[in-house]
């Protein structure tokens, strides 16, 4: 089913940043088929962008992530502080977690991967013209639960002591005296650890640390 235009008085001017001229004449001309919308200008660079976006008071901007002289994060953070009602698109190939988070942070109003069909961008332009400070992004959902899985294996310093010494084979009691910890204490940590990897018990939170990088090698129990 394809996206509906979005019921308006004027055509949704458009600004394309991308330094390849092959996607900024193709998508162009893909937007430009669409009733609701029109490309009033494209550029290669974020300076070029930039100006390019003030002189057409553009309602969407669109841009590349990579660019000659710096990034589209660059695009965004600028045209954000100048104005809450712009749409600011990025769009790349460069899709993992971080480019996500970074675009989100910036301020952009969408994500689109360069490996999206056209729709993709369409929709998003469509979307940032009317809620330009509400981010979406297709993968924004998976990124979280990834972001949040990390933080949640994440150890403190001393909790990363505690599961050295586990490593090393040494009990509770032995951990907390190395440590200057009561034992109490210290089989609290133990508990933590084991909740942060999802463990029943030590071997288990060993298999899953060196797993996930925390130890590099586990030492045999001390006799």
Request: charged residues 20%; proline residues 2%; glycine residues 8%.
């Amino acid at each position: 089913m394809s996206e509906q235009p979005i019921s308006s008085d004027h055509a949704i001017n458009l600004v394309l940043i991308d330094d390849h001229e092959l996607i900024r004449n193709g998508l162009g001309a893909v937007i430009d088929l669409e009733s609701d919308m029109h490309v009033v200008a494209t550029a290669a660079t974020v300076s070029e962008g930039i100006a390019a976006a003030r002189e057409n008071r553009a309602d969407v901007v669109i841009t590349d992530l990579q660019l000659q002289d710096g990034t589209g994060l660059d695009v965004v953070r600028t045209l954000r502080k100048e104005r809450d009602d712009v749409g600011l698109v990025v769009l790349t190939m460069h899709s993992g977690d971080d480019q996500i988070f970074a675009a989100m942070q910036a301020g952009a109003s969408g994500f689109v991967g360069k490996d999206a069909p056209a729709t993709e961008v369409i929709k998003a332009a469509r979307h940032s013209s009317v809620s330009p400070k509400a981010f979406v992004c297709a993968g924004l959902v998976g990124a979280m639960m990834r972001r949040q899985g990390a933080e949640s294996t994440a150890l403190t310093e001393r909790e990363h002591e505690v599961l050295l010494l586990l490593a090393e084979g040494l009990n509770a009691a032995a951990i907390g005296q190395q440590l200057y910890l009561s034992e109490s204490t210290t089989k609290s940590h133990i508990a933590r650890i084991y909740q942060k990897l999802g463990a029943a018990n030590r071997a288990q939170a060993l298999v899953t640390a060196m797993r996930i990088g925390l130890l590099s090698i586990v030492q045999p129990p001390a006799r």
